[in-house]
C-alpha cells in the first residue's frame, strides 16, 4: 500500500512536471527578463524603457508622458516651462 502511494506521488510530480513545460509560461516569465507582449514606453529624460504598466504617467502640455520617476517628470515639466517662457 505505501509503495503504490510513492508511484501514485511520483506519477503526479512527473506529470506536474511535464504539465510545466508544455504549458504556455505566459505567467512564469521573471521580472529580470524583457516581458513581450506588454507596451514599452520611454523615459524621455533619462531615455530608460520601462513597462508602460510601471511608469509614471504625466500629462503634459496636453500628450501623455511616461517617466521612470517623479523626479524625471519633475525635470521635463520644468524643461517645458522653460522652453514656453524663454
Ligand atoms: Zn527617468
Redesign the pocket.
Known sequence: MFRLLIWLLLGYIGFRIIKSLTAPKKSMTSSTAPRTGEETVQ?P??K?YLAKEDAIVGTLDGTRHY???M??LEKFREQLDHTHHS
Open positions: 523615459d529624460i533619462c530608460m517617466f521612470c520617476s523626479d524625471c
